[in-house]
């Protein structure tokens, strides 16, 4: 919504808006409220301003500001502001701001509030600003407003957003009155519980007499009734016991006479079953028959007649092995026999060889022997890598080599039974040693 502001050389008598001067120029305020009839003007070029009639927030801030105590406060309001529509405050309203920006009148509002808040902080205490904001609010606005009208804005509202100090003030007075609102609510407290308990236990008490003589009465109407249902009891279990001896009286002969119809049941299916039995055992004599006895006996006969094949058999093959080994013993008998005439006749020829060559075939076989009886005798020596004979001046090793040359001939009679020391060689080097 807005307000326009228009000059127009050839102004109608249909127009509506408010006639005002500015230079050389008729201004006409358009506004459909205010309805006037335009005066004829000298001819002039068109001008259209504008004026906005929204409401405007104003940020009200002071800083620092004592108030009447000299406490420094911080106080922020926030204020709804608008221009006024009626005739004459919305000329007024135009003549101070025609041409301007919001901006530039949010200013112009900004410091008349600004100077109102600063004066009256200086006359209120911190506990009548804190605690009742809504009244200091609402003194700022009856004291602005006046001041504010006559530039031809209304204030719709004013409202304190915070208010605080950089003292500690507000926290101590809250401390004060939180430990104060404390303490009487701890006193409260015990109070209320000492009267609760009072209360609680005088309710207990008549709750517990009340009870007693209930659970009294209760016991009485037990007692009573319990006698009766004894009696009622005592009564019923009578009746109820002799129409249990008269059922199972009834119920054992009952049971008599269906156990003496089993038994005859029973006896006759004995006898049906003792001729079924003695049918079965002559059905099973003559299946055992047919399906065992005979079998056996026809097996009886193969077996028999597999073991007279088998005796049969067995002296056969017995026969034949001892055949045969007879066979095996006379050609091997044979054959040690050959062995042992072809041994004999080497004997015999190599008896005759001896002989015949006499001490010569001797030490043919004692030198054939000698190179075997070296090697036995020298196997443990061929465990030994090195050996070392030392000798001096006065050494005996030359003395017991040729010692133990002059014993060989002894030993190898001793071993052998030829006597080596017949020989012309070996006897001239015995000798020789000796």
Avoid at 83 to 102: R, Y
Avoid at 332 to 361: N, P, S, T
Wanted: charged letters at 30%; a negative charge; one cysteine or more.
């Amino acid at each position: 919504m807005g307000a326009e502001v228009l000059s127009d050389p050839t102004p109608t008598p249909q127009a509506s808006g408010i006639r005002c001067l500015s230079g050389n120029h008729c201004v006409c305020l358009l506004c459909p409220l205010l309805p006037f009839l335009s005066l004829p003007l000298p001819p002039s070029p068109r001008l259209l301003l504008r004026l906005s009639l929204e409401v405007m927030t104003i940020l009200c801030r002071c800083e620092n500001i004592e108030t009447s105590e000299g406490v420094p406060l911080f106080v922020t309001g926030v204020a709804q502001v608008k221009i006024m529509t009626e005739k004459e405050l919305l000329a007024v309203a135009c003549e101070q701001f025609l041409g301007k920006s919001v901006q530039d009148i949010k200013n112009v509002v900004l410091q008349t509030l600004e100077g109102h808040l600063r004066s009256i902080l200086g006359t209120l205490t911190v506990e009548q600003i804190y605690q009742d904001r809504d009244q200091f609010a609402k003194l700022v606005r009856e004291v602005a407003a006046p001041d504010v009208g006559r530039m031809g804005i209304e204030i719709l509202s004013f409202t304190i957003k915070d208010v605080y100090d950089k003292v500690d003030y507000l926290s101590s007075l809250g401390k004060t009155q939180t430990a104060v609102v404390q303490r009487d609510a701890d006193i409260g407290v015990a109070e209320a519980e000492r009267d609760a308990g009072i209360r609680e236990a005088e309710c207990k008490k008549e709750m517990l007499d009340v009870k007693f003589m209930a659970d009294t009465k209760i016991a009485d109407s037990k007692r009573a009734f319990e006698l009766q249902k004894s009696a009622f009891s005592e009564e019923v279990n009578i009746k109820t016991a002799e129409a249990q001896l008269a059922y199972e009286l009834q119920g054992a002969r009952e049971q008599q006479k269906i156990r003496q119809e089993e038994i005859e049941i029973e006896v006759v299916q004995r006898k049906k079953q003792i001729a079924v039995e003695a049918q079965e055992i002559l059905r099973t004599d003559k299946e055992l028959i047919a399906t065992v006895r005979c079998p056996a006996e026809a097996e009886a006969h193969r077996i028999q007649q597999i073991a007279e094949g088998e005796k049969v058999k067995q002296v056969l093959l017995a026969q034949a092995e001892a055949e045969k080994i007879r066979k095996i013993g006379e050609a091997e008998a044979a054959v040690i026999e050959a062995r042992g005439k072809a041994e004999a006749e080497r004997m015999k020829l190599k008896a005759e060889a001896y002989q015949k060559y006499g001490d010569a075939a001797k030490m043919a076989l004692v030198l054939d022997a000698l190179p075997r009886i070296a090697a036995k005798i020298a196997a443990p020596l061929t465990k030994v890598d090195e050996i070392v004979v030392l000798s001096g001046d006065n050494s005996k090793v030359t003395s017991e080599v040729n010692r133990l040359l002059a014993e060989l001939p002894a030993s190898v009679h001793a071993l052998t039974g030829v006597d080596l020391s017949k020989i012309p060689l070996i006897k001239k080097a015995t000798g020789a040693q000796v």
